[in-house]
């Protein structure tokens, strides 16, 4: 005997709607539950404070890190950079390069002569002292976002990220 057209589309739909149950459920449980997404909208959103702050002296956060780094590690390389901050070489790349041709930061020989190292210019080095005051007011307008006390266990949980 062979199988009937209406049973067998029946289990078909029956398969398929647990598939789709399957995906779904997936869906919904790292909608809620993972780390990463909650962490990059997390991210954005303070990032969004910070370079609102910013905006007025043509700087970003991403910038604002750099220029700081730079200035802590002084005659750092960008390959070091690169581990230090974790980012991407092509980004550091891009990223010096623009705030070469903004003043901020010069490139020169290592003290052995192998390859480049980085210093802020004395332009890069008032803007730094600038953005100091509106960089301070992120910093309160993020607690104020989070709270006080989330914020301040969010800064102990994140120290051992800190690059320098």
Not at 29 to 36: F, T
Request: charged fraction near 25%; hydrophobic fraction near 40%.
């Amino acid at each position: 005997m062979g199988r009937h057209p209406i049973a067998a589309d029946r289990r078909y739909r029956a398969r398929r709607s647990v598939k789709h149950a399957g995906w779904r459920q997936v869906g919904r449980r790292i909608a809620s539950e993972c780390l990463a997404i909650r962490v990059r909208r997390l991210g954005r959103v303070i990032t969004r404070i910070y370079d609102t702050a910013l905006t007025p002296y043509g700087i970003g956060i991403a910038q604002v890190n750099l220029l700081a780094a730079i200035a802590v590690a002084r005659g750092v390389r960008p390959t070091d950079l690169t581990q230090v901050l974790d980012v991407e070489k092509s980004t550091l790349s891009r990223d010096l390069k623009r705030m070469e041709e903004l003043g901020w930061v010069r490139s020169g020989r290592t003290a052995r002569g192998r390859g480049r190292s980085l210093t802020l210019t004395p332009a890069g080095e008032r803007l730094l002292v600038q953005v100091g005051p509106p960089w301070e007011q992120a910093q309160q307008m993020a607690a104020a976002e989070l709270g006080k006390q989330p914020f301040e266990q969010l800064r102990k949980l994140l120290s051992p990220f800190a690059p320098l």
